[in-house]
């Protein structure tokens, strides 16, 4: 029994060599921001790695580039219809990773300050749980669909997000 203890140990060990670069804490990569308009809504993705051997919870966002930013889910309710419900805690699992992306968590900005045209950038900080905040410089993309209408400050009536599930991000 002692045998298969001290093996487990020594493969914690192994797995955080490999882990990058001794890497801690959380890494986010590939982030981008959807084109908007004054007033209207956005959203930000990414994907967060997490080294660290325990979850850590992304428990908000804050920006000056909109009136207010939260964390949102996008999910099918009973009915069929794409809902955002905000979220005020989100776990990234240890030794994993958390893919915010379009139709799923994403970064909600809601009344934009301004126009966001693709290659503008905006500065995003997020808040973890028992982490230091990190601040991100997230360049501005058009979504691969831009069909869906920006305009309006109603979040319930803006369910265009879903439509862009082949938006690609790149990092
Ligand atoms: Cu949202």
Redesign the pocket.
């Known amino acids: 029994m002692k045998k298969f203890i001290a093996m487990i140990f020594v493969a914690a060990i192994l797995l955080t060599a490999c882990s990058g670069g001794g890497g801690t804490g959380v890494e986010a990569a590939g982030y981008w921001m959807r084109s908007g308009l004054k007033d209207g809504?956005s959203?930000a993705y990414m994907m967060l790695h997490n080294y660290t051997g325990q979850d850590v919870a992304l428990v908000g966002a804050s920006s000056d580039a909109a009136s207010a930013v939260?964390v949102?889910?996008?999910q099918m309710d009973a009915n069929g219809v794409m809902e955002?419900i905000?979220q005020e805690s989100v776990a990234i699992p240890a030794k994993g990773e958390l893919e915010l992306k379009p139709g799923s968590y994403?970064i909600?900005f809601?009344g934009l300050k301004n126009d966001l045209n693709a290659g503008d950038q905006i500065t995003l900080t997020l808040h973890f749980d028992g982490y230091d905040d990190m601040t991100l410089t997230v360049p501005v993309q058009d979504a691969a669909d831009s069909s869906g209408g920006m305009e309006g400050m109603d979040?319930g009536g803006?369910d265009s997000?879903q439509m862009d599930m082949n938006a690609t991000p790149t990092p």
């Open positions: 809504n959203a939260e949102h889910l996008s955002m905000q994403h909600m809601i979040m803006d997000m």
